[in-house]
């Protein structure tokens, strides 16, 4: 059964940077599109990025265009997540997600069939 791992997470200050990682644990990169989703506290899980499988169409939320970018390293197995100039309203949970069906990708939650366990991302000063 796949499983996805996110790594990266932490504290850090308003306007600081940090880097998830998200690695399958098989070899699967090449066949499956990759979401980074959020949840905050009280709130829905929501779409932060996404990458098609083979990295040449990519999405971002508004909230977040310009400050995150998302790639993929299909050699290494891994997706990565640079989010950049963060702000408090960024704090949540970090999950990504995989999806075999589509060729392109989409911050909808819908057509995610395999989910990490998530990890915490907190801004505050």
């Known amino acids: 059964q796949l499983q996805l791992m996110e790594s990266g997470g932490g504290l850090v200050q308003p306007g600081g940077s940090l880097r998830l990682s998200c690695t399958p644990s098989?070899?699967?990169?090449?066949?499956?599109?990759i979401g980074w989703f959020r949840q905050a506290p009280g709130k829905e899980r929501e779409g932060v990025s996404c990458i098609s499988r083979n990295g040449d169409t990519t999405d971002h939320a508004d909230s977040v265009k310009g400050r995150f970018t998302i790639s993929r390293d299909n050699a290494k197995n891994t997706v990565y997540l640079q989010m950049n100039s963060l702000k408090f309203e960024d704090t949540a949970v970090y999950y990504c997600?995989?999806?075999?069906?589509?060729?392109?990708?989409?911050?909808?939650?819908?057509?995610?069939?395999?989910w990490g366990q998530g990890i915490q991302v907190t801004v505050s000063s």
């Open positions: 098989v070899s699967i990169l090449g066949y499956y599109a």
């Open positions: 997600a995989a999806d075999r069906r589509r060729t392109s990708c989409s911050i909808e939650k819908v057509g995610y069939d395999w």
